[in-house]
């Protein structure tokens, strides 16, 4: 059942004390989702709404407090911080508004990093993170530093990061929030193109033209689903079947 979805969550809750026990804050109330491999969805919703909570649970960066996650088929509620550490690693790619990336490392180095984790041979890291610069158009650049390169080569550094352990899902954060529109414009083609090749992506946002190029929108409020229906690129009948 959960292995044809790339993520399945069910009846997710997360509850946070505030620090002096004076209330709770429910940030998630009861949030069913069901990402099938392959689909591109947009989350929205205002400030409050619970979706970076929500974006938080889905790449195992927090614990929910209710209800059932499976990660590419994995039940990621029943393992502990250091196994949760590795499926996170080599299942989720992230790309965070903020770059992100280590000014003393040069763009192959900073694409190689998470591989570094994951304890592969430096050989073996230094061609899959050949491939990936060379994916996002970056092989001229690959020992530039990040203080000299634009904002939009830092973001695609970020995106080849994001791809070099080949995740189940790639998330993306806001990511054109830092770039001006023509250059936000290029790195979502290129976010296009990867879920063209059949990556499962799953993008927060607040523009509603950057979650038009979706297949799915969801939009939260006040941590529950308000809306689940079809973005400007809604895949055909028989995409839909998991």
Do not use: W
């Amino acid at each position: 059942m959960h292995g044809s979805f790339a993520a399945q969550l069910v009846g997710i809750q997360r509850r946070y004390n505030h620090p002096d026990g004076s209330f709770m804050v429910d940030a998630l109330r009861g949030v069913d989702l069901s990402i099938p491999h392959g689909q591109y969805l947009a989350i929205m919703g205002a400030s409050g709404s619970g979706k970076s909570t929500l974006m938080n649970i889905l790449g195992c960066l927090d614990r929910p407090t209710g209800g059932s996650y499976h990660l590419d088929g994995i039940d990621v509620a029943t393992l502990d911080d250091e196994k949760l550490s590795q499926v996170r690693g080599r299942r989720i790619g992230f790309v965070f508004q903020a770059f992100n990336l280590i000014s003393e490392l040069n763009v192959l180095e900073n694409v190689e990093v998470p591989l570094f984790y994951q304890g592969l041979p430096r050989r073996e890291r230094r061609l899959r993170a050949q491939e990936k610069i060379e994916l996002v158009g970056l092989s001229d650049r690959a020992t530039h530093r990040p203080s000299e390169l634009s904002g939009g080569q830092q973001q695609r550094t970020a995106i080849a990061r994001a791809l070099v352990s080949n995740p189940a899902i790639l998330l993306a954060d806001e990511p054109t929030g830092n770039l001006d529109s023509s250059t936000g414009e290029s790195i979502l083609a290129v976010i296009d193109q990867l879920h063209a090749d059949g990556l499962t992506v799953v993008l927060v946002t607040h523009d509603d033209r950057v979650a038009e190029r979706s297949q799915r929108i969801l939009r939260l409020r006040d941590g529950l689903v308000l809306e689940d229906g079809p973005g400007g690129r809604a895949p055909i009948a028989s995409e839909l079947v998991a």
